[in-house]
Structures are given as structure tokens and as C-alpha cells.
């Protein structure tokens, strides 16, 4: 009888912490700020990286500030509800491939003359444990990130939002 209980116990727990360990992420984002700005991001892990794919509409051509932020509130009209970047590391504002930057920082995204822009990137972010980005929020920014000024890159308004939720 206890090789029985202990054979479910470790089946339970197995269970457990495969649900816990997700594989995939998508962000459908809406306009903000007075924008028309949508699209759809998704996350992939990809051994030991995640692969970020976006597909955004209605930019205005050239490049835009695109961050994981803290918050997975995109409800206000401005986007401020989702908090500042995601910095668990307490890190500076940099870009994705400098040495000094914080977890959400994904640098820029850049649209072509007919708004549409498209970004394939792979990179050191958690879909699952403590420093996991689901149930956190992607945001695009109205101008160019400088990957340096602190704490948001002067990449101005919050032009589209998305939620980050598991999609597997």
C-alpha cells in the first residue's frame, strides 16, 4: 500500500511541475495613447534562450522602443499602467546585447515606409520561475530607444500594449 501512495505522490508531483514549466507565450497588443498600433508577440523557448517574435501594424516608418515591462496591466490609455521595464535584476538601461541592461529591455523594433515592422530575436528571458515575464506586459514606444538613458531609454509614449500569458 505505501509503494502505491508513494508511486501517485510522485506522479503528482511530476504532473505538477511539468505544468509549471511553460514553453510558449503570446502578447496580443492593443493601440495605446491615441495610437492605431496592433500586433501579435510571441515567446518560445528555444533550449536555453527564448525566441521573441513580433508582427506589428500602423507604425510610423523608422525605429520604436520595444520593452518587457513589470506590469501585466495594459489597461489605462497611456499604457502606465504597466509599470516600468522589468528589472529584477536592479540593472541599468541598455540594449539587449550589452552587458549592463535590464531583463526587459529588447532595444528597438523598426518599421518600414508602410508602418509594418518585424522582429526574430533570441535572448536570456524566463517563461517560468521567479524572474518568468508571463503575466507581465510587452510595450512598443512612440520613438528610437538610446539604450542608455535611464530608466526607459527617452522612447516616449506608450503606443501599443500587449499582456503576456501562456499559451501552451
Known sequence: MKTILCI?????????????EVTKAAAPLES????????MVTFTKVGDEVQVVAD??????GKHGFHIHEKGDCSAA???????HFNPTQKHHGGPMTLDHHTGDLGNI???????????????????????????????HEKED????????NSGARIACGTINAAD
Not at 497611456?78 to 516600468?84: F, L, T
Open 78 to 84: 497611456d499604457a502606465a499602467s504597466a509599470g516600468g
Open 56 to 61: 506589428i501594424q500602423n507604425l510610423k516608418p
Open 146 to 153: 538610446d539604450l542608455k538613458t535611464d530608466p526607459s531609454g
Open 110 to 140: 523598426e518599421a518600414d515606409a508602410s508602418g509594418k515592422a518585424h522582429m526574430d530575436w533570441k535572448g536570456k528571458v524566463s517563461l517560468s520561475g521567479k524572474d518568468s515575464i508571463i503575466g507581465r506586459s510587452i510595450v512598443v
Open 32 to 39: 495605446k495613447s491615441g495610437s492605431q498600433v496592433t500586433g
Open 8 to 20: 501517485a505522490i510522485f506522479c503528482a508531483v511530476g504532473s505538477l511541475a511539468r505544468a509549471q
